[in-house]
């Protein structure tokens, strides 16, 4: 059964470039978190995907968009890249069964801007 | 902003010792976790523990849970080298997503 995955691993852009962000969920998850995680920090949420809709946002900007595909997958869209957007980038999936909200990550994408 | 605060923030034992981190958190919740991450990877869930419950045990963690101080204790018995790392609480009220605190860094040297 394989987990969360997470493409690329690793990614360099410099300041103004557009990035995209790639997430599958564990098979039977059908909800997609995202996260940034800058460094000596804790995870950020930035929004959450469910039936192909954003249904809760973080603090971010309108530089920050994404999309949930019918098979669950998603992506994370960063326009305009600031030096400050240099962070991991995690996904995380789940699935609600009223219960409580465990999540399960994948390994990060690690964003450097220049 | 974050909610929750773990303390300390980095932590040094030697192995087969036990770890305590701490985590303090600001409003009503539903649910406190705990996460490990290993040099900047990502998370991996270690338990779950709800408003109503008091303590709870997986293996050599032991959490509890006072929701009248707003705060919760991860316990690590017998600690080997492979738990270096960071260890996270997170919290939700149900109604919004995962608030993480900024981590306590473990160190657990053989």
């Known amino acids: 059964d394989a987990g969360v995955t997470q493409s690329p691993t690793h990614l360099i852009k410099t300041r103004g470039q557009q990035v995209t962000l790639r997430c599958s969920p564990k098979?039977?998850?059908?909800?997609v978190s995202w996260y940034q995680q800058a460094l000596g920090q804790g995870p950020q949420f930035i929004f959450q995907?469910?039936?192909?809709?954003?249904?809760q946002r973080g603090n971010f900007p309108d530089r920050f968009s994404g999309h949930q595909f019918p098979n669950y997958s998603s992506e994370l869209n960063v326009n305009a890249l600031l030096l400050g957007d240099s962070a991991l980038y995690l996904c995380?999936?789940?699935?609600?069964?009223?219960?409580?909200?465990?999540?399960?990550f994948g390994p990060g994408t690690r964003l450097t801007v220049l | 902003s974050q909610q929750g605060e773990e303390d300390p923030q980095a932590l040094s034992i030697q192995e087969g010792e036990n770890a305590t981190m701490n985590c303090s958190y600001k409003?009503?919740?539903?649910?406190l976790q705990w996460y490990r991450q290993n040099s900047g990877r990502g998370l991996v869930h270690l338990i779950l523990?709800?408003?109503?419950?008091r303590e709870k045990h997986s293996g050599r963690l032991r959490v509890t849970l006072d929701t009248s101080k707003k705060s919760s204790s991860l316990l690590i018995t017998a600690s080997r080298a492979a738990d270096t790392a960071s260890y996270f609480c997170?919290?939700?009220?149900?109604?919004?997503?995962?608030?993480f605190g900024k981590g306590t860094r473990l160190s657990v040297i053989a």
């Open positions: 995380a999936s789940s699935f609600e069964t009223g219960l409580g909200h465990e999540q399960f």
């Open positions: 098979s039977g998850h059908d909800t």
């Open positions: 995907y469910y039936e192909e809709e954003e249904r």
């Open positions: 409003t009503s919740i539903n649910n």
């Open positions: 523990i709800r408003s109503n419950e």
């Open positions: 997170a919290t939700d009220d149900g109604n919004t997503p995962l608030v």
